[in-house]
């Protein structure tokens, strides 16, 4: 077991930390602070801050806090018309790990990402807290990737970007009692990028709260790619002055000028049940499917999003999305059978 001491502030800078290992057990426990350098140039070409590779049964938690001291970074994108070309690194990244178990810890300002899965099988990240300034550029909770059997519960996170974001390759994610905001919300995507053939499946998000985002559980998908996102459930869901509460988005344009193409990622077997809360905007629910390739299986069961402060009644907008709803505010006339 490594142990962080308590009380202790240690500078690390861009370290790999590389397997492969087997069980029994590699343990870090963090219970001082761990800080990343604050220069630029003391990263080198390192895409990550600390990065554990081709470890299984690792756990890493604590009571400490690991501090990226990103806000030299998020300048460089602030004035970008688009993020899609963000260079800058990630905080923790954890790679072909197996069994893996990350709570209890502390993580903050990171440049970029702040907790990245990449084809990890089997992984339980409960208990953390991860802060960024709203402003902060492409600084996503949680991002997982090409990974299953993933367990994300318990955690506190407000960023400048998605609290979890769900991203290509990944299936069998249960996400469950996870306080988001501010931020960008619970996203499933962005997938088909490109062009690309992008799956995402059996994906559970259930009993999250959402406080001042700019969305609050969101499907997106770009025009162009193909593949799937299906079986995606939302159940127990409270939404508190969120801009978007309900979106799909298969016309997801960051970068705002993008070319009308005619293949799409499926979304089919979308469930809502029990969402509540307030929206900012009239259009609280908004389903925008593609032309080409229709959303399908669409169900809506005991959804109440009224305006802030009930300064407007809400509504829906549908666009090519067939399903039924049973029991909703706004009403969902505009879903097609």
Request: hydrophobic letters at 35%; glycine letters at 10%.
């Amino acid at each position: 077991m490594l142990i962080i001491q308590r009380k202790k502030t240690f500078l690390l800078s861009p370290t790999v930390f590389s397997g492969p290992c087997k069980p029994p057990q590699i343990h870090v426990l963090v219970l001082g602070d761990i800080t990343a350098p604050k220069t630029r140039s003391a990263w080198g070409d390192s895409t990550y801050w600390l990065i554990f590779q081709y470890i299984d049964g690792f756990i890493i938690n604590g009571k400490g806090t690991l501090d990226g001291q990103g806000s030299s970074w998020w300048p460089s994108l602030y004035y970008k018309q688009e993020l899609l070309n963000d260079t800058n690194s990630d905080a923790l990244g954890f790679s072909f790990c197996n069994n893996l178990q990350i709570y209890g810890l502390n993580v903050i300002n990171s440049p970029s990402k702040h907790v990245k899965l990449f084809r990890c099988n089997g992984a339980i990240l409960s208990n953390l807290k991860i802060k960024a300034p709203k402003e902060s550029p492409n600084t996503d909770g949680i991002v997982i990737g090409e990974s299953s059997q993933i367990q994300v519960h318990d955690d506190n996170i407000g960023t400048g970007d998605d609290c979890v974001a769900i991203l290509k390759g990944s299936s069998n994610v249960n996400i469950s009692r996870v306080a988001c905001g501010p931020g960008h919300g619970i996203s499933i995507g962005s997938l088909g990028m490109n062009g690309a053939y992008d799956t995402v499946e059996e994906i559970h998000v259930q009993d999250c709260s959402f406080t001042g985002t700019q969305n609050g559980i969101r499907i997106k998908t770009w025009q162009g790619g193909s593949g799937y996102a299906r079986k995606i459930s939302f159940q127990g869901i409270t939404i508190n002055a969120a801009k978007n509460p309900i979106i799909i988005d298969q016309y997801y344009c960051p970068q705002l000028h993008c070319p009308n193409k005619t293949s799409a990622v499926k979304v089919s077997d979308i469930s809502y049940t029990g969402v509540q809360g307030t929206s900012m905007t009239k259009t609280a629910i908004n389903l925008r499917c593609s032309q080409s390739m229709a959303c399908t299986n669409i169900e809506l069961n005991r959804i109440n999003i009224t305006s802030v402060g009930q300064k407007f009644i809400t509504s829906s907008f549908c666009l090519n999305a067939h399903g039924r709803a049973s029991r909703s505010i706004p009403n969902m006339r505009c879903l097609m059978k």
